[in-house]
């Protein structure tokens, strides 16, 4: 009994460094280390099937004023809540992380071998996701004294996005080309997607 005891301890402390390693501790969604660890396993599979895979950028664009007013922890309701409907839009085979912040990345493998099926396909997804946070958000918070309080939010996303494909980018690069054209995003108006380029080869 002592010895299963220790070894049940034992794997729970290190399952405990596991999640605090590879996942954002809020969102529960995987952190920077683990999507570079998935980009990289989703660039082999890619080079071995010829499909092409998408990463998306996606940032919220009224955050800051929802911290500003509201507080911090309704920030953090917000930025949970917008987690659960970026993952409710992809398949279980994709990968969901925060980037940082109001900051999200999305990486859908194993799309098409037909690159303008995949830059529809990709398309198509994104659109699902920013209809999805544009819808209003129903916060409930605690105050001092326990009150209960509902903030209703309105928070709109721009998106950035790139395919790739086998290894012709590196990881580093895929996601600053993504994050370039999220930023394009919000120059053009934001609440909308912004496709840099076809896939990654095409960049400099």
């Given at each position: 009994?002592?010895?299963?005891?220790?070894?049940?301890?034992?794997?729970?402390?290190?399952?405990?460094?596991r999640?605090?390693?590879?996942?954002?501790?809020l969102?529960?969604?995987?952190?920077?280390?683990l999507?570079?660890?998935?980009?990289?396993?989703?660039?082999?599979?890619?080079?071995?099937?010829?499909?092409?895979?998408?990463?998306?950028?996606?940032?919220?664009?009224?955050?800051?004023?929802?911290?500003?007013?509201?507080?911090?922890?309704?920030?953090?309701?917000?930025?949970?809540?917008?987690?659960?409907?970026?993952?409710?839009?992809?398949?279980?085979?994709?990968?969901?992380?925060?980037?940082?912040?109001?900051?999200?990345?999305?990486?859908?493998?194993d799309?098409?071998?037909?690159?303008?099926?995949?830059?529809?396909?990709?398309?198509?997804?994104?659109?699902?996701?920013?209809?999805?946070?544009?819808?209003?958000?129903?916060?409930?918070?605690?105050?001092?004294?326990?009150?209960?309080?509902?903030?209703?939010?309105?928070?709109?996303?721009?998106?950035?996005?790139?395919?790739?494909?086998?290894?012709?980018?590196?990881?580093?690069?895929?996601?600053?080309?993504?994050?370039?054209?999220?930023?394009?995003?919000?120059?053009?108006?934001?609440?909308?997607?912004?496709?840099?380029?076809?896939?990654?080869?095409?960049?400099?």
């Amino acid at each position: 009994m002592g010895i299963t005891e220790d070894i049940t301890e034992e794997k729970e402390a290190e399952d405990h460094i596991r999640n605090l390693v590879f996942y954002d501790t809020l969102t529960q969604l995987p952190n920077r280390r683990l999507l570079n660890d998935r980009l990289g396993q989703a660039q082999a599979v890619s080079k071995r099937s010829g499909r092409y895979g998408a990463v998306m950028f996606l940032d919220l664009d009224n955050f800051k004023s929802l911290n500003d007013t509201h507080g911090h922890n309704v920030g953090d309701l917000l930025l949970i809540e917008v987690a659960h409907r970026i993952t409710r839009c992809v398949r279980e085979m994709d990968t969901v992380a925060r980037f940082g912040g109001d900051e999200f990345v999305v990486m859908l493998s194993d799309l098409d071998v037909d690159k303008e099926l995949s830059v529809a396909q990709a398309g198509i997804v994104a659109e699902k996701i920013r209809i999805t946070l544009a819808e209003p958000y129903l916060l409930t918070c605690k105050y001092d004294g326990n009150i209960e309080t509902t903030v209703e939010h309105h928070c709109t996303a721009s998106i950035g996005l790139v395919l790739f494909i086998d290894h012709e980018a590196s990881q580093e690069d895929i996601l600053k080309w993504a994050d370039i054209a999220m930023y394009q995003a919000k120059v053009a108006g934001r609440n909308i997607t912004r496709s840099l380029c076809v896939t990654s080869s095409d960049m400099p």
